[in-house]
T-cell receptor
């Protein structure tokens, strides 16, 4: 079955540690996205990538880093510079067909808690 | 991207229709209207989108006002599984989605 997987589902980290969240898709999508969601709030865009080896900052990129070495994978690293990293992290992907609608497909999310 | 305004919450009875409103008075002529929903503890899922004409799919209908400054997502028969946060997003055919707080829909049995 095609889809997006995120691992782990729950992640605990000590303050001051870097942690990497995994996102993999087998939908042959060109674009991938990372969002952060805080309780009772909407989603905020952290980073996005339209093609392999290229990515752009979203609205709240400070304290985060990404890489896009493979089309299928877009890992997110939450660094110790992120002041308030406890949140629900969502990965999404989509096609980039010009002139067509490109809906985003979301993974199940990773809930990160900093202890 | 155009800003949208949605009620914070709505309630519905099971098996009754639900009309979820969205105002987007600053929408431009090339902006699409998108609806996504997010079930508890899950990622959002696409519901429907439209540009000018009303749209129907297996999940819902989208009614777009003639001036395009507002739209309504219609769930024809709400079920308990439709309880979710519904996001109305206005954006061009390209570009990133901007999620507001959405409307939290509760469905009573």
């Amino acid at each position: 079955d095609g889809g997006i997987t995120q691992s782990p589902k729950y992640l605990f980290r000590k303050e001051g540690q870097n942690v990497t969240l995994s996102c993999e898709q087998n939908l042959n999508h060109d674009a991938m996205y990372w969002y952060r969601q805080d309780p009772g709030q909407g989603l905020r865009l952290i980073y996005y990538s339209q093609i392999v080896n290229d990515f752009q900052k979203g609205d709240i990129a400070e304290g985060y880093s990404v890489s896009r070495e493979k089309k299928e994978s877009f890992p997110l690293t939450v660094t110790s510079a992120q002041k308030n990293p406890t949140a629900f992290y969502l990965c999404a992907s989509s096609f980039r067909r010009t002139g067509d609608y490109n809906e985003q497909f979301f993974g199940p999310g990773t809930r990160l808690t900093v202890l | 991207d155009a800003k949208t305004t949605q009620p914070n919450s709505m309630e519905s009875n099971e098996e009754e229709p639900v009309h979820l409103p969205c105002n987007h008075s600053t929408i431009s002529g090339t902006d699409y209207i998108h609806w996504y929903r997010q079930l508890p503890s899950q990622g959002p899922e696409y519901v429907i989108h439209g540009l000018t004409s009303n749209v129907n799919n297996r999940m819902a209908s989208l009614a777009i006002a003639e001036d395009r400054k507002s739209s309504t997502l219609i769930l024809h028969r709400a079920t308990l599984r439709d309880a979710a946060v519904y996001y109305c997003i206005v954006r061009g055919s390209q570009g990133n989605l901007i999620f507001g707080k959405g409307t939290k829909l509760s469905v009573k049995p």
